[in-house]
């Protein structure tokens, strides 16, 4: 997509949505947005969660990073993009759901197996950041020893949406909201190849196609 043709879109969102959904917009003026549900996305262009769920202007908060992942709770003097995005979600907004939103074919869980495997990442960044789920590899290796690369990669990126089920859980305010009733946290992969969704059954422990 060129810059021209994305210039062209804005135009037509202007003229036809923005138009049309005025009303919208004003009442998201002048009462704010309330979205009551957070989603964590991977910032893979082929996974939007706006697209993806049909979703309309104040419907979902949105954090989007590599590989949709949320780093366990750290406090200290770094700067801390998701777990910002995160705490404002649900102690500014009050969100009801927080989702990690996983999808299939992910280059930044692909960066964490390289990783893993002692393979290097050639950026400052990615290889450090992608290593957040570095645990999702060590069990996908105890689930599944022999399995092809494919295989491997998939159940990674399932497990990795696990393992940051997890890490939310140990941001005090999160934990706390869950505790008592107020959020419920989800574990979504999105399957871009058969174009399906898949929602994690912690009872079943397995993840199941949405309908
Ligand atoms: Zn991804």
Same mark, same amino acid.
């Given at each position: 997509?060129?810059?021209?043709?994305?210039?062209?879109?804005?135009?037509?969102?202007?003229?036809?949505?923005?138009?049309?959904?005025?009303?919208?917009?004003?009442?998201?003026?002048?009462?704010?947005?309330?979205?009551?549900?957070?989603?964590?996305?991977?910032?893979?262009?082929?996974?939007?969660?706006?697209?993806?769920?049909?979703?309309?202007?104040?419907?979902?908060?949105?954090?989007?990073?590599?590989?949709?992942?949320?780093?366990?709770?750290?406090?200290?003097?770094?700067?801390?993009?998701?777990?910002? $995005?995160?705490?404002?979600?649900?102690? %500014?907004?009050? *969100?009801?759901?927080?989702? #990690?939103?996983?999808? /299939?074919?992910? @280059?930044?869980?692909? $960066?964490?197996?390289?990783?893993?495997? %002692?393979?290097? *990442?050639?950026?400052?960044? #990615?290889?450090?950041? /992608?290593?957040? @789920?570095?645990?999702?590899?060590?069990?996908?290796?105890?689930?599944?020893?022999?399995?092809?690369?494919?295989?491997?990669?998939?159940?990674?990126?399932?497990?990795?949406?696990?393992?940051?089920?997890?890490?939310?859980?140990?941001?005090?305010?999160?934990?706390?909201?869950?505790?008592?009733?107020?959020?419920?946290?989800?574990?979504?992969?999105?399957?871009?190849?058969?174009?399906?969704?898949?929602?994690?059954?912690?009872?079943?422990?397995?993840?199941?196609?949405?309908?």
């Amino acid at each position: 997509m060129s810059i021209d043709r994305m210039i062209l879109g804005f135009n037509s969102f202007r003229s036809q949505y923005f138009e049309k959904n005025k009303p919208l917009y004003q009442k998201l003026i002048r009462g704010g947005q309330k979205p009551s549900i957070a989603v964590i996305a991977c910032s893979d262009s082929r996974v939007d969660p706006a697209i993806v769920l049909q979703a309309e202007p104040g419907d979902i908060f949105s954090i989007r990073n590599v590989a949709n992942l949320v780093p366990p709770f750290v406090s200290d003097d770094s700067h801390h993009g998701t777990s910002a $995005a995160l705490e404002f979600a649900v102690c %500014g907004i009050g *969100v009801e759901h927080v989702i #990690v939103f996983g999808h /299939a074919h992910c @280059a930044g869980i692909n $960066a964490m197996i390289k990783e893993q495997k %002692g393979e290097h *990442v050639p950026w400052h960044f #990615v290889g450090p950041w /992608a290593n957040i @789920a570095a645990e999702a590899y060590v069990r996908t290796k105890k689930e599944m020893p022999d399995a092809d690369e494919e295989t491997e990669a998939r159940c990674c990126e399932k497990n990795s949406v696990l393992v940051s089920l997890e890490n939310l859980m140990t941001f005090p305010f999160i934990a706390e909201r869950v505790n008592d009733g107020r959020l419920t946290l989800h574990g979504w992969y999105l399957d871009i190849v058969e174009g399906t969704l898949l929602s994690y059954d912690p009872e079943e422990k397995s993840f199941k196609k949405i309908d």
